[in-house]
């Protein structure tokens, strides 16, 4: 089967003879299957329907509005109704348009010269998510649990959405850009200790009479969280 892209448009008799040709089967009845397939979405948009690999079909309620036509600038009112959204999943998405790292960029900003004119903007210059990172052929991004503190890995094209963290089952979202000190972030630079000060006369309290949260003990990390990154796919169903 050619999978090359053709130039001209894909047309309905295109897919009958395609989904025919791969089922082994007549493109009376593949054209019956997927003629079918549209009236069940039609029918369960409502309910919000899935159309598996493609896209999420469900019903939204739009409020009243005002709008302007932009030839007469005419003030129209859009009164409350109910309308048809189309989302395409996010492995649609990767699928057909893939983002991969480097779609991101940090923005810094030049110092501007003393001798400068007044009012003159400082420069910008543009510096690649991934620079200073390892070398990443899969296209991933890591970062923490806010949580538990586990480190996880997931595709860059899952950037943005939210999920599960797979140690502790809270609410994670996750970032465009690695977090430093992960698998796939910068490392950060070693830090001096501070110099040792002398110690106080006596340990500092609360108003509770408690030690201030600052002084606390820090529970060690689970067994999960040291020296191991759980991965995450992107799921069928976004």
Known sequence: MNTTPKKTPYLKSDLIAELAEVADIPKTKAEA?????????YREAHNGFTVPGICKLDVVKRKERRARL????????IGAHKALRTR????????????????????????VPEDAA?????????????????FNPEGLVS?????????IEAPFDMAGSASQCPACNGRIEVPYVSEP?????????????????????SEPTS???TP???????????????????????????
């Open 212 to 238: 201030p949260l600052n002084s606390m003990p820090v529970p060690p990390p689970s067994e999960m969280q040291m020296g191991r990154t759980i991965r995450i796919e992107l799921p069928d169903d976004i």
């Open 88 to 111: 395409p999943l996010k492995r649609a998405s990767h699928a057909v348009a893939p983002r991969m790292p480097g779609l991101v960029q940090y923005i810094e900003y030049e110092p």
């Open 207 to 209: 108003a509770e009479g």
């Open 118 to 134: 007044p009012g003159t903007a400082p420069k910008e210059k543009m510096v690649s998510s991934t620079e200073g990172q390892p």
């Open 70 to 77: 932009p030839h007469s600038g005419q003030w129209i009112l």
């Open 33 to 41: 299957v997927l003629n079918q397939l549209a009236q069940i979405a």
């Open 181 to 201: 000190s992960t698998i796939w972030g910068r490392a950060i630079p070693e830090m001096k200790p501070p110099a040792p000060s002398a110690a106080p006369t």
């Open 143 to 151: 970062f923490r649990c806010g949580t538990c503190g586990q480190e």
